[in-house]
């Protein structure tokens, strides 16, 4: 998700669908930025492990955290 997907009105971006705001969910063009970064991980935080590359120890650990017996 970038930016220009986000609803906008006079240079103002909602964000309060997306994150809990204290207030206004309506921000500038850069705060919406750094909390979508923030949100997704910029590509600087992007692993080259994707989702199904846990070990079998870490996923039996994942999905004992939620609840599923394995």
């Given at each position: 998700m970038n930016v220009?997907?986000?609803m906008n009105m006079n240079d103002m971006y909602?964000?309060?669908?997306?994150?809990?705001?204290?207030?206004?969910?309506?921000v500038s063009?850069?705060?919406?930025?750094m909390i979508l970064d923030e949100l997704m991980g910029s590509d600087d935080d992007v692993k080259?492990?994707?989702y199904g590359d846990e070990s079998p120890a870490e996923y039996?650990?994942?999905m004992s955290e939620?609840?599923?017996?394995?």
């Open positions: 220009n997907e986000l909602y964000v309060g669908n997306i994150v809990d705001v204290d207030g206004n969910g309506w063009k850069a705060e919406a930025q080259s492990e994707g039996k650990r994942i939620v609840g599923i017996k394995i």
